[in-house]
């Protein structure tokens, strides 16, 4: 349940029988297709999914970087980011397990919609916790949760938003262990989870590698991806990772600084892999943004998805061993690269998949001559952010928005 | 406590902790966070809750994300993260105590880790045991993940203390209750800590579960009343632990002085209910281990 | 370039020779695949489009209707519907003809985001005609188009909605037809429109007739789409034409009543195939929604995008001929249908398509054993109507809205 | 017209309308809107564009959906439906009026396709002719659509004006000019109808390139006025068409009063606008045929 010295299952005794019952059936159903468990799968990630996403040949990115880019379509798998790969693979696990409810937290509401919507096609009762303040800035999802059938449990405490969330989650599920999965959103949490989730996303990654090789005749030189949990991360990168002479770059949101201020508690960043230390949170040990004494920092991203103070453990290990470059964009790079993937490739990314963009930009030259990179999710949820935040700023990418405002 | 009653003790029991349950038997064991509304508030707290009848106290350390505890406890947490509670305040603080019940710090494992700098448990335990605590509880800690800090604990002096939860079963309760130091925690439901209305089912089954094994058992989560206590006891229980509802006087009275005054009166309440329960049960007919009594 | 008696070309004398121009080119480049023109569109549509989306089985509507329902998945195409299909082919032709410029017009702003990312991804420049009042309450269609880097030129004129855009759209290709290219957006307007979108969206019905006889074994007996100015329709059917045990079912808007206010010159439907009059609109002699004086009166659906007062020539052909069968539900069958997908399956449709969905309820008796139905697009567009209408009425399957209004 | 006036003509020409431009050439041609802002006002306007010099007048019948049109005729056709007017009600009027120059009636297909409640054309041509018009303009309605309108026209003794548009070229220039009736309107520029500054470039290469055609043309869409006028006859037209500026005329006047002045002042404005350039051709040495004087 390790990678290297990063992973553990640092969690309340209460849960860890769930956990071992978890691993049993990972790794009889995941890792062994017993019941064709897998087969399933895939089969209703194509089905329902819309699995293989394409591998875009980025015209005229290639031509501004002068080198062959490469778009993995994640943002056209169902629900509009790769969060489904991992909520429909968990879903359908708990169901072979026999459990009768299926509970997630979310922040943004990216992973609770592709939960609802797994749940509803499974037909499982799910629960979906919220902070208040999420709920009251991110209505959209909670429409769409609600309109799957999902009871969206609005979360009071403190600042009501993402920790608050887990926290109720975790007391949910502390309670009700026996009849419920906890459908984790990243590769983060205690052992099985980092691994699991990992395998359900690593279909990403097994595309590309076929696909490019198909459409390139050749492997990759790089390939590039963001992270914050770092689910879209791990699930590129997995099947790469014996191909040393593939670089792997994970793009983390570099916020507004990189410095963190320790007595407001507060990073304006999530750089967890650029800039973080070792310690233990939500059940593994990975690398974090805290405080000298062991307090968990805020973390800030223009980017709500990345906006998260640790990362999945099997990203520490592969940073630590040096096969996986941490890298960082701020948040106008990503909002510049936001606008220019909209504008000269017609695609509205995800403000996530907007900072490999944005790496894109300021470090191709780093890259070799064939790069991929994972556009994770469509940005259509991200509109109002971009268009707040772009009026704040000189954005070079931007287009100018006088006829938004008449 | 002195280190004098400490050595005394010492010579009976595997550790203070141990003697502690075993010779206040039933015992009162008692939590609160430090620095809830502010370690000087605590210090007070502490000693009322050792002159009301606790026979050990937990003192938590505040952490961030803590997982396992209910809304209460956590909200405990918020106001001492925010009067500034820090480790080493939170050391000098137990310095500072003197009480006749041993201190156990309760904490989750990140603060162990971080303290002194580097991601290692030992000068975290190195400096609770100079500051004079007796134990430690870690809620984010299961058995399988805990080989360093018990090791240092074991080097220290220290208890490590573990929590069974109703789920724990078979083969890794077998394993855990063979490791119990101080005394074994026990979950009486499952779910957070936090104050409840009435004692769990799972608190008998899991009593009952846990009667073959010969170590002491302190049963939590949801004690709130002496009537809880009493039949805790009854139900083969060497203590009963409380928290949520000393959190709940503390942040509930309109001066410290008033949180004083009912904190020392509660926890009398907790150990005459407790003592109800071995009473009920030394005057039972039925065939039991006869409780010791100090 | 007629359908029976549907069809022509009912336009300005100075837009004559651009359409023989687009019908030559229409003829070298899509029926010929002159200079690999098809190649090229096919390659696109699946690298940047998705394409082929999946053909999915309902598992819960085939329980719940007792037959076989197969749902092909349009709502996953790059832009979350079928449009794309056409405007990428559009935009491509106007590349090949060395057309500088593509103009369109929007109702609520589909077809406009469909070409406004098909111009990005193709490097043309592109103006989209809205009416001030659908810029207004379609903002983020609004800002989608503006990202993709396409001018939105709002029309004041009159009620200021899609009438007005068409007519100031026309304006502008009547004064620059000699160097533009207008993305006509359904299987409307004069030859060779109809027929050419048709034969761009067509890819829907031939992904379906190969996926069924895959997974079902056999051809459907019955297959449903909703119809609207009807590009879903006749690319969902045109395949299956010539197959005449199979029956096809085109759904269209009921709207709120069937009976025409002349006097007020408004239909509170878009039910053009089921009650309108044989008339000549936009190009085209159709069925029309209009007045005994021959003024055309406005419709109106709870689904902006079906709400049009005409209809694709060929459809009234193949209806006047008896090979489809129109129908229609109305607003609250629709809205029924929206919450039914979302709750039973997980995928939240768009509210043209859930006309389909709500003809499935009410008359799948009517149906055969084997039945596709067309997703024709994704509704994360309509939440906002949705709740607004559902709040205003009973309806069965609507979720309780309570958490929304904390 | 009064039917005597027309049988005369018609021994010199084919038409009424092809007489009323050859007849009076340089002829002016005016439009306005029927119903704009009622029908009792049309009637008054069209009776002052005729005593202010037109020689031939195209009464709109309106169509909700006028693709032609550019804003000004547009927002004119709906203030007339808006009004109630209908076709019928069209027809009425046109009994009513007394006027020297011949009447087209101008409007979109639909109209035509659904006067008398069935997908024909031959009911509204009837009526027309019945009422009194010359001729019918459709400006949806290429030539290669137009066969079954013809046909209905031909057998009323009505003209069918065909326009012919800056990109109209080649095969389909000739096809179009050998079936004129009446006159050939002249697109002026790419676009929709509306009054403009200056009158484009692309009217005088029209007019060369129909040069070689032996019809009546007169030139319309963006004539306001008569600078405009003379400029155009210059070039070789046999006509000037008015429209939109007659409808600036009509929306801006105060009072009907005002609007018929104006009119009338404007028509006569613009009609000797077309005479100066007559003359202008007149005493211009270059041989050119002289064109035909009332």
Redesign the interface.
């Known amino acids: 349940g390790s990678f290297g010295d990063y992973g553990?299952?640092?969690?309340?005794?209460?849960?860890?029988?769930?956990l071992?019952e978890l691993e049993d059936a990972y790794e009889r159903y995941v890792l062994e297709n017993e019941d064709g468990f897998l087969d399933e799968f895939r089969e209703r990630m194509r089905d329902f999914g819309g699995r293989p996403t394409p591998l875009q040949r980025a015209d005229r990115l290639s031509e501004r970087y002068d080198r062959e880019i490469y778009l993995k379509r994640e943002d056209l798998l169902h629900g509009g980011a790769h969060k489904l790969n991992n909520a429909l693979g968990q879903v359908l696990l708990a169901k072979y397990m026999g459990k009768e409810r299926i509970i997630a937290e979310t922040g943004a509401g990216q992973h609770g919609t592709a939960t609802a919507m797994a749940a509803a096609h499974l037909d499982m009762p799910c629960e979906i916790y919220m902070g208040r303040t999420d709920v009251n800035r991110q209505r959209p999802n909670v429409y769409r949760m609600r309109m799957n059938g999902a009871e969206v449990n609005p979360v009071e405490?403190?600042s009501a938003t993402l920790?608050e969330a887990?926290?109720e989650t975790?007391?949910d599920w502390?309670?009700?262990?026996?009849r419920t999965h906890y459908v984790i959103g990243s590769v983060v949490g205690p052992h099985p989870f980092p691994q699991m989730v990992r395998d359900f996303q690593a279909v990403i990654g097994e595309e590309i590698r076929d696909q490019i090789q198909e459409q390139a005749g050749r492997l990759p030189d790089s390939v590039v991806a963001c992270a914050g949990g770092g689910s879209n991360t791990m699930g590129t990168f997995h099947a790469f990772v014996p191909d040393e002479a593939v670089d792997l770059y994970a793009v983390e949101a570099g916020g507004s600084s990189l410095e963190i201020d320790e007595d407001a508690?507060l990073a304006p960043n999530s750089a967890t892999l650029s800039t973080g230390?070792?310690?233990?949170?939500?059940?593994a040990?990975t690398k974090?943004l805290?405080g000298?004494?062991?307090?968990?920092v805020e973390s800030h991203s223009v980017s709500a998805g990345l906006d998260y103070a640790g990362v999945g453990p099997e990203l520490s290990h592969l940073v630590e061993t040096g096969r996986v470059t941490p890298t960082n964009v701020d948040d106008d790079a990503a909002l510049n690269g936001f606008h220019r993937l909209s504008r000269l490739e017609g695609i509205i990314p995800a403000l996530e998949s907007s900072h490999a963009l944005g790496y894109l930009e300021e470090e191709h030259d780093e890259l070799g001559d064939l790069v991929v990179v994972n556009v994770s999710g469509r940005g259509d949820k991200d509109l109002e952010t971009v268009l707040e935040e772009t009026e704040k700023r000189e954005l070079e990418a931007a287009p100018d928005v006088e006829v938004f405002d008449q | 406590m002195t280190d004098e009653a400490r050595s005394e003790n010492d010579a009976a029991y595997d550790s203070d902790v141990e003697a502690a349950i075993r010779e206040n038997h039933p015992a009162l064991v008692t939590y609160i966070t430090a620095g809830d509304p502010s370690l000087e508030d605590t210090k007070a707290y502490v000693e009322a809750l050792d002159r009301g009848g606790s026979d050990l106290i937990e003192l938590g350390l505040p952490?961030?994300?803590?997982?396992?505890e209910?809304?209460t406890i956590?909200?405990a947490i918020?106001r001492a993260?925010a009067a500034g509670t820090?480790?080493d305040g939170f050391f000098e603080l137990v310095e500072d105590l003197e009480t006749e019940a041993p201190l156990l710090v309760m904490t989750?494992?990140?603060?162990?880790?971080?303290?002194g700098?580097e991601?290692d448990v030992r000068p975290f335990v190195e400096r609770a045991a100079e500051a004079g605590l007796s134990g430690i509880i870690v809620?984010?800690?299961?058995?399988?993940?805990s080989d360093p800090l018990r090791e240092a604990c074991d080097d220290n002096g220290l208890d490590l203390v573990?929590?069974?939860?109703?789920?724990?079963?078979g083969e890794?309760l077998d394993s855990?209750m063979s490791q119990v130091s101080g005394f074994a925690y026990v979950?009486a439901r499952?779910?957070?800590t936090g104050a409840r209305a009435n004692v769990s089912g799972a608190t008998h089954d899991s009593l009952a579960r846990l009667s073959e094994y010969d170590v002491p058992k302190a049963v939590g989560f949801g004690v709130s009343k002496g009537e809880h206590a009493t039949e805790i006891v009854e139900a083969g229980a060497d203590g009963v632990i409380v928290g949520s509802a000393l959190i709940d006087i503390i942040s509930s009275s309109e001066t410290p002085g008033d949180a004083v005054d009912a904190l020392e009166a509660k926890a009398a309440e907790l150990k005459r209910g407790a003592r109800r329960g071995a009473d009920s049960l030394t005057v039972d007919p039925e065939e039991r281990p006869e409780p010791e009594q100090p």
Do not use: C, W
């Open positions: 553990g299952q640092y969690v309340p005794e209460a849960l860890m029988p769930a071992q405490a403190g920790k887990i926290n975790m007391r502390a309670t009700t262990v026996e508690g230390t070792d310690g233990v949170l939500h059940g040990m974090l805290q000298g004494d062991g307090q968990i | 952490f961030s994300e803590p997982i396992a209910g809304q956590q909200a918020n993260l820090t480790p989750y494992y990140n603060m162990i880790l971080q303290y700098s991601a809620p984010d800690l299961p058995a399988e993940e573990f929590i069974i939860a109703p789920t724990t079963e890794r855990i979950q499952l779910g957070t």
